[in-house]
């Protein structure tokens, strides 16, 4: 099992170009997040999704979207960049009633906005 | 809306010293849990808590759930150089479906 997957590892992007971060999970789990990661600041919910075919916002969605493909794909697209999102995002799983909650999470994209 | 503070920020110890990171939530919490994330790694799940005024060990680690189920924290007894990295705690409020982490605590171990 390769648990999270997620593309790319790192992407360099300019100030108002647009981009997808792709995230795979094969542990047929129902639950799926995105986080970012600053400095000092943690990890931060920008969308979930508690099961196919539903979304939700978190903390910090302004200025990114999401799909829910499948069971197993959850994407992250920013419309138009900015510095300000300039991050680490992490994408995770998890499975309610397996160890409540418990979150697994891919290797990160470290995106840097110009 | 809910909050989870984490404390200190930053813990510098020697090889041999103990450390704790302290976490406190706004709201009552249904379960906390707790995260490790090595230096340029992801984070990796390593323990849940669940009722009030739990306590779990794993080896060198104890995990403790307050009794109010507000605050949790986390000691390690004699660090080693391989506990360096970030550790975190995450709740998830009463009725609620989202999982809030804390800022996480950094710690450095001198050899």
């Known amino acids: 099992n390769a648990g999270v997957t997620q593309t790319p590892k790192f992407q360099v992007l300019k100030t108002g170009q647009s981009m997808t971060l792709q995230c795979a999970q094969d542990?047929?789990?129902?639950?799926m997040y995105w986080y970012r990661q600053d400095p000092g600041m943690g990890l931060r919910l920008i969308y979930y999704?508690?099961?196919?075919?539903?979304?939700d916002k978190g903390e910090v969605p302004n200025g990114y979207n999401v799909s829910r493909l499948n069971k197993r794909e959850f994407s992250l697209r920013l419309e138009s960049a900015a510095p300000s999102q300039t991050s680490v995002y992490f994408c995770?799983?998890?499975?309610?009633?397996?160890?409540?909650?418990?979150?697994?999470f891919g290797p990160g994209t470290r995106l840097t906005v110009t | 809306g809910q909050q989870v503070m984490q404390i200190p920020q930053y813990q510098h110890v020697q090889e041999g010293e103990d450390f704790t990171t302290y976490c406190n939530s706004s709201?009552?919490?249904?379960?906390i849990q707790w995260y490790k994330q090595r230096p340029g790694g992801h984070p990796v799940f390593l323990i849940q808590?669940?009722?009030?005024?739990e306590v779990k060990k794993q080896k060198r680690l104890t995990f403790q759930f307050g009794e109010a189920k507000k605050n949790s924290s986390l000691h390690i007894t004699a660090t080693q150089t391989t506990d360096v990295g970030t550790y975190f705690c995450?709740?998830?409020?009463?009725?609620?479906?989202?999982?809030?982490f804390g800022a996480g605590t950094r710690l450095f171990v001198k050899a």
């Open positions: 999704s508690a099961s196919e075919g539903t979304t």
């Open positions: 542990m047929n789990h129902n639950s």
């Open positions: 808590l669940v009722k009030s005024g």
């Open positions: 709201t009552t919490l249904s379960n």
């Open positions: 995450a709740g998830r409020g009463t009725g609620g479906f989202k999982t809030i």
């Open positions: 995770a799983s998890s499975e309610p009633g397996q160890r409540d909650y418990e979150q697994y």
